[in-house]
């Protein structure tokens, strides 16, 4: 059984930095893929980008080009999401889940959410 | 990029009701499409893959059809534990993109 547990709540300044992680248990790590989703605050779901350890590569929605970068650690089956320039906006959950890896899989697992609020 | 649409946004129903959630893509997705179901302050659960593939341990009363750009979610007896928000995805290699999602509610 795939498990993903996350780290904690944060609260950051606007223009700071944030890095969650997302350790997963079960399964071979290296084998599939890790995304990261963020829902704000009574907003839908929206996907930021996705990594497949065993690559090392990762691929980022438009919108997040330039201010996220995903990693992965494969020693300690960890995943990463580190977002900068914070502003208010970017308050939300932010999510991991796995997919199979390969072309066309859904998000079969998730983590169970970190909630970074971004304020002054 | 392939924009998601859903409808309706929200939907009043009573426990027994058949529900039919619909979801569109912007171009031809194949059968490349996910059904989850997101209750307040948990991660979203995966119901339907591949448009019309049932995930493991859901309930045989959730079901998916469709192919390239309408697909549909029919929840065929509504049971209270199903009062959720749900949300389509659409899947491939290098983007995902969901739609906006349609609260179930209780009429």
């Known amino acids: 059984q795939v498990q993903l547990v996350q780290s904690g709540a944060e609260v950051k300044k606007p223009g700071s930095s944030v890095k969650v992680s997302c350790k997963a248990s079960?399964?071979?790590?290296?084998?599939?893929?890790i995304s990261w989703v963020r829902q704000a605050p009574g907003q839908g779901l929206e996907w930021m980008g996705r990594?497949?350890?065993?690559?090392?590569?990762?691929n980022y929605a438009q919108k997040f080009q330039g201010r996220v970068t995903i990693t992965a650690d494969k020693s300690t089956s960890t995943a990463y999401m580190e977002l900068s320039s914070l502003r208010s906006e970017d308050t939300a959950v932010y999510y991991c889940?796995?997919?199979?890896?390969?072309?066309?899989?859904?998000?079969?697992?998730w983590g169970q959410g970190t909630l970074v609020t971004v304020s002054s | 990029d392939i924009q998601m649409t859903q409808s309706p946004s929200t939907l009043s129903a009573s426990v027994g009701d058949r529900v039919t959630i619909t979801c569109r893509a912007s171009?031809?997705?194949?059968?490349?499409l996910a059904w989850y179901q997101q209750k307040p302050g948990k991660a979203p659960k995966l119901l339907i893959y591949?448009?019309?593939s049932l995930e493991s341990g859901v309930p045989s009363r959730f079901s998916g059809s469709g192919s390239g750009t309408e697909f549909t979610l029919t929840i065929s007896s509504l049971q209270p534990d199903d009062f959720a928000t749900y949300y389509c995805?659409?899947?491939?290699?290098?983007?995902?993109?969901f739609g906006p999602g349609t609260k179930v509610d209780i009429k």
């Open positions: 889940a796995r997919d199979l890896g390969g072309s066309y899989n859904p998000f079969d697992y």
């Open positions: 079960g399964g071979t790590f290296s084998s599939y893929a």
């Open positions: 990594i497949i350890p065993i690559l090392g590569i990762a």
């Open positions: 171009q031809s997705i194949s059968s490349w």
């Open positions: 591949k448009a019309s």
């Open positions: 995805q659409q899947y491939n290699s290098y983007s995902f993109t």
